[in-house]
């Protein structure tokens, strides 16, 4: 399993746009990458998944670079409900006896009016 | 709303008490997953199902027991626990696919006394 690192924090305000940068210099050729966001006394939620380049849905981007080292997560505009702990993670389920999805430590983003 | 039940959402037991917690989902999910999660970290894996049978354990203490009754139920069992255990736990499902992403439920908040 392929170790991620990301900022413990960031701050932006309501309106930006939010990129959160995630690190995974090991990451194997059938990994994925995944982001998860949690917000207080809930359990996490699927974000976004991609393998490379970029990704799109509803509510963020992911931006994967060619040597797949790293990833970012773009979300646009953000309000103050963004306001969570985004996890990367990277990982591939291929092997079903090793279903193990090990979250990192995660970023606490805070938005602010 | 999230598609995974747990209940009860809090619980509050004595080291002598035996008490269970339960997870229920109706997706179709043939993975399914305990995490433990203390405050401000990020949620720490316990144990998977997979079509109904323990394929990890992440070396949990053996008062916490896990059970899988059938496809759409979790359960797990505690005995004798240690007021460290206090935490929220989270139950999660998955497709048992190839990077398919966890559901997770809003868990249950645990305070042992």
């Known amino acids: ?113 | 709303d999230t598609e995974v039940t747990q209940t009860p959402k809090h619980l509050v037991m004595g080291m002598t008490n035996k008490k269970s917690l339960k997870c229920e989902q109706h997706m179709g999910h043939r993975a399914m997953y305990w995490y433990k999660q203390k405050a401000k970290k990020p949620p720490e894996l316990m144990f998977v199902y997979s079509y109904e049978k323990l394929s990890i354990n992440e070396s949990v203490p053996s008062r916490f027991s896990p059970e899988c009754p059938n496809s759409s139920l979790l359960n797990l069992h505690l005995h004798a626990l240690q007021p460290e255990d206090s935490a929220l736990y989270l139950c999660a499902s998955s497709q048992e696919t190839r990077y398919s992403p966890l559901h997770f439920g809003n868990g249950t908040r645990l305070t042992v006394t």
């Open chain 1, 1 to 113: 399993l392929a170790k991620t690192t990301q900022p413990i924090s960031m701050d932006s305000y309501e309106g930006q746009e939010v990129n959160i940068t995630c690190s995974h210099n090991n990451i194997a050729t059938n990994d994925y990458i995944t982001w998860y966001q949690q917000f207080p006394s809930q359990g996490p939620r699927f974000i976004i998944q991609g393998y490379k380049t970029k990704v799109t849905n509803e509510v963020a981007s992911l931006f994967i670079p060619a040597d797949r080292k790293s990833s970012t997560l773009s979300l646009p505009r953000v309000s103050l409900s963004d306001t969570a702990v985004y996890y990367c993670l990277v990982g591939d389920r291929s092997d079903s006896s090793a279903s193990k999805i090990i979250f990192g430590s995660g970023t606490r983003l805070s938005i602010r009016p």
